[in-house]
Nanobody, 119 residues
Framework: QVQLVESGGGSVQAGGSLKLSCEAS????????MGWFRQAPGKEREKVAS???????RVIDSVKGRFAISSDNAKKTVYLQMNNLKPDDSAVYYC?????????????WGRGTQVTVSS
């Protein structure tokens, strides 16, 4: 019932920035964890960041200090600001909605947006 649509991907040079957006439609629970994942060719899907319904955020160590997750509840939109991008950040980035407030069980997924970082 919930649809997630990512946007904002593209091709940038190393050191550049991108801001991804994830817009949700349909019914969204009042309290839901949202997350960003990425998957590069030949690699497993990796959780990058999550944001809880109370606003608490987490990012993985490899992007700490460079990426930030945020949300606009009124717009039902989650963002991923990516700064100082590295070639290793190249991947398809997916938005996901968790099982209610839980950030470890993911129920809905977007189709992804490509991020390519050149050296």
């Amino acid at each position: 019932q919930v649809q997630l649509v990512e946007s904002g991907g593209g091709s940038v040079q190393a050191g550049g920035s991108l801001k991804l957006s994830c817009e949700a439609s349909g019914y969204v629970d009042n309290c839901v964890c949202m997350g960003w994942f990425r998957q590069a060719p030949g690699k497993e899907r990796e959780k990058v960041a999550s944001i809880e319904c109370n606003g608490g955020t987490r990012v993985i160590d490899s992007v700490k200090g460079r990426f930030a997750i945020s949300s606009d509840n009124a717009k039902k939109t989650v963002y991923l600001q990516m700064n100082n991008l590295k070639p290793d950040d190249s991947a398809v980035y997916y938005c996901a909605a968790g099982d209610r407030q839980y950030c470890y069980s993911w129920v809905f997924w977007g189709r992804g947006t490509q991020v390519t970082v050149s050296s």
